[in-house]
Structures are given as C-alpha cells and as structure tokens.
C-alpha cells in the first residue's frame, strides 16, 4: 500500500481492534459426523463426533425432536451438563447448539480435521499464519467461510487441474505457501507489511472452492462457473456478501486496499487500472508465480 493509504487505513483498523477485542472461544467445534436412533415414539437419540484443536470428541444426547437442524461441517457448541457421564463411548451432552454468527477471534485452522486434510504441518502452517491476521481483518476471513462446506472445499479441492498443486488439498496448499513466503520475505526485508499481506494470499485462489466437480471416475474436472468465469469473481462476492449479511466493521480503506490486491495484475498488463499500486498486492503477484515454478 502507499504510504499515505497506509497511514489512514492502519490508524482506523487499530481504532477498530481496540473496539474489537474479545475472548478466543474455547467451546467451539466442527460437527464432523451424526447419526440418529429412535429411543421411543417422541425421542430421538443423537451420536454426534466433534472436532477442535487436533482432537475428535464423540458426543451424544437425547431430544424431542427427528430431525437436527445443523449438520456436518457446520461449527457447533457442546451445552454441557453439570456431571459428566457416558453413554456407550460417547459422553453424555444436552446438545449441540449451532452457531450461526461468526466469531472474531476463532483461528478455523484448529477446526479442519484429518478428514480433511491429514498434513498436519500444514494445517499448523495455517494456524500460524492465521494467528498474524488482526481481529478485523480474521473477523472477514471467519466470515467467508463460516459455511462449512465451502471451507471443507477452500482445504481439500486441488489448485488445478492438471497444472501446479493438482492434488487434492492442492488450493489450500498453494495459498498458504503464498500467504507464508508474503509474510516472511515482508520480515526478511523489514517492510512494513501487517495482516493484509497475509489475508489476500489465503484469498486469492480461494474462489476455486466453487471451480471443480468430482466426476464419477474420481477425477477433478472444471464445473460451468471454473469454465467460463474468472474465480477472483467468486471470492469478490464473497467478500461483500460477508461484510453485508454479519454487519463487519472494517475501514473503506481496508476494504478498498482488499480488493485491489485480489485484483491486481502484472505491471506489463494492458489494462492499466489494475496494475499494482499496493506492496502486498505486488507481493502477492510475485509470491502466486513463484509458487506455481516450484510445483
């Protein structure tokens, strides 16, 4: 960024963080699997497995109801009882509560589990870099993908087809070693680079969660949107869907600064509006080529 954006814009975003400040949440999980027993004409029992911070939990409970209204791979909270006891393996809970907002402060690296993805020095590369992101800016990031299914996706679809990082896990792969090479070459050469550098290199693939389709032989193939639309649309909409539906606060600063990152091109492109004007967002064009040379 400039040195006159930066100024402004970091001085709102630590405005923000003072506002922003809260608790990491302890008491949250990834519901990774369910399943359902009638007991009786009007009880249902529920067996459910959760996952938080490297460790799988099985719960289970007993309700009036048959059908849940959360399911795998949404982020949920165990309401726990005053005496703990089990039940067949399971403990024993009143039930899970489904957390429809996103919380700020909540690292969602900690809750991929080895279904997943089952490098964990990976999702530890994740984790790290996660934890450099300032609250508003993780607050965006918790947002976009506080569907479970699309962040099931962003970990285990591949980069691309046939090209760099084909394999599966192979976006989540390329953005985290974008995001990392941002980070530590910005501290290497002592530049002034916070949490934005970081963000958009987690970002800036990320639309290809929507681009591929399984097909019956077990192969990754383009689905009509990877076919015909540019992903950096998706994730451009996921962004404003985020901010509008949770109500985020982030400086137009920031926002704006977000953006052209993810939509920046080279400096030899013919269309001039989108050459690099931003640190990061150059960063982020060199650090996107290197890592598919590497590959």
Known sequence: MSQTTNAVSRTNNNKQNQ??????????????????????????QFTATIFNNMESLKVCWAANYHELRIKEGDLVSPRWPATMAFENGALKIHHLAHLKRPEPMLNLFRTVPAEWVDDVDLINEGIDLVEKIPGNYRHLFNAIFWDGQRFKRYCTLPATIDGHHSEDNGNLRHSIEVAKDIWQLSQYREMEVDGLGVLVGLLHDAGKADSFYLNEDGEWKLNGFGNYLDHKLMVNEWITQAVVKFDLVLSKAYYWAIFHCLNSRPSDSSTTDTRPLFREARLLLTMDQLSELDW
């Open 19 to 44: 506002s922003a400040i809260a608790i990491v949440p302890e008491n949250i999980y990834r519901l990774i699997e369910v399943s359902q027993s009638q007991i009786d004409g009007n009880q249902t």
